[in-house]
């Protein structure tokens, strides 16, 4: 496979036109289900193979998180048994924030890839679904170690947030405000950091303009100064809002991969409850 992407976002046409060009990921999960395989095996985009976000695009749940980085050695085994051998288009069903989690760690190692805008709905209302497991032939993928300055560890957070970097949480407001916790132990947020809840950089579905996303990013405090790091609940929907600054044109964030389910995890983390100041 060899081509160019137009961008980290695609259209269901542009997908139609170039479907033979590029490896067609289907991502689809949920909280309250995990891996959508039998939604997969019901109706997919033809060509397009499954990726568990719990075993291709994590590590095991544990001190870490509910969703930490996978080895390079364990991301390039996965990559290579999906069939990766150029690029990737990755979709789910809820607007690209879990496919937006394989989009950035294919972009971290340097493999070319795009989320689907509009997902599986955008393609399945005009367009014809496959049905069953669909199998690409393996590849061998060379072991690419994580850049570490596109990820954050938990010692580096707060160090990062007192140096001027700003921090945004993708999950819910409530979940933020602390007024809900139906995941992690403990509600609230890391201190120093704002809520911007991923559904912000959408508008019926699809990604605000790049000018709208600026405007709206550059409104965090530190956004000027330095990249910005991006949380949530696992280190999964928080992609959503590296996707949307990608968009916007501005720096490249880091990924606190743990995010709150590791803050919550480790004993002594400072918590703090309402709005941000």
């Known amino acids: 496979m060899s081509m160019t992407l137009p961008g980290p976002v695609v259209s269901a046409d542009w997908l139609a036109e170039h479907q033979q060009q590029v490896r067609i990921v289907d991502s689809r999960w949920s909280i309250p289900t995990g891996p959508k395989h039998d939604d997969y095996l019901a109706a997919h985009i033809p060509g397009a193979v499954f990726a568990n976000l719990d075993t291709d695009a994590s590590a095991p749940a544990g001190p870490l998180g509910r969703h930490p980085l996978p080895t390079p050695e364990e991301f390039a085994a996965a990559c290579g048994r999906l069939g990766i051998d150029g690029p990737v288009v990755v979709y789910d069903d809820c607007h690209a924030a879990v496919a937006a989690r394989l989009w950035w760690l294919l972009d971290c190692v340097g493999i070319p890839a795009a989320v689907l805008e509009g997902g599986i ?99 965090v405090p530190g956004a000027n100064d330095q990249p910005l790091i991006c949380s949530c609940g696992s280190g999964v929907t928080a992609c959503h809002n590296i996707l949307a600054t990608r968009l916007a044109g501005l720096p490249t964030p880091r990924l606190f991969t743990g995010s709150w389910s590791q803050w919550t995890y480790a004993d002594g983390q400072p918590v703090n409850t309402g709005e941000a100041p």
């Open 121 to 219: 709905q955008a393609w399945s209302a005009t367009r014809e679904t496959a049905s069953g497991e669909e199998r690409a032939t393996p590849v061998q993928r060379p072991v690419v170690p994580w850049p570490a300055e596109r990820f954050l560890s938990m010692e580096e957070v707060l160090p990062a947030i007192a140096e001027g970097s700003g921090l945004i949480d993708a999950r819910s407001a409530e979940r933020f405000r602390g007024e809900e916790n139906p995941i992690d132990r403990i509600a609230g947020h890391i201190p120093g950091s704002c809520s911007r809840p991923w559904q912000t950089n959408l508008s019926d579905g699809k990604f605000l303009p790049a000018d709208q996303l600026r405007e709206q990013l550059l409104t």
